[in-house]
């Protein structure tokens, strides 16, 4: 890891209506569209997709250094981000995120540390950290 602080830009251009396209640098340009819940088309990543994809890449890439430092290997991990949004104290807001975590696990490792680990990284991840927004984890362990 580069030392602290990083820095990080995303931009987005569209006109009154339609798709937009994000970019940033070396990677893909992305389309980008209200969900249908909002209006929008629903066949293009929008914002509370990329949220909900935020958190769940953050959790999984922060477990991939947590559980080495932990000494709990694991074969594949597989996690699902579902958000409620709601409207609370006036404003139209993501009210809860439930992050569905499924690691599998060598035979011989314990399941109550596995749990412990998974849960350490859900705490650690820079991006729920950073939200409001309350995260509930809800773990699952398979011995592969």
Do not use: N, Y
């Amino acid at each position: 890891m580069t030392p602290l602080p990083h820095r990080f830009e995303v931009k987005i251009a569209g006109g009154p209506d339609g798709h937009a396209s994000v970019a940033m640098p070396g990677a893909p340009t992305l389309q980008s569209a209200p969900p249908a819940e909002f209006g929008g088309p629903g066949d293009a990543w929008s914002p509370e997709h990329f949220t909900l994809a935020a958190v769940a890449t953050c959790f999984l890439f922060t477990l991939r250094v947590v559980a080495p430092a932990s000494r709990l290997p694991f074969t594949h991990a597989a996690v699902t981000a579902e958000g409620t949004v709601d409207r609370q104290d006036g404003t139209i807001r993501f009210t809860e995120i439930v992050l569905r975590a499924r690691v599998e696990v060598p035979p011989g490792v314990d399941h109550e540390r596995a749990i412990r680990v998974l849960e350490k990284s859900e705490r650690a991840c820079l991006v729920t950290a950073s939200l409001a927004t309350p995260v509930r984890l809800i773990p699952e362990v398979v011995v592969a």
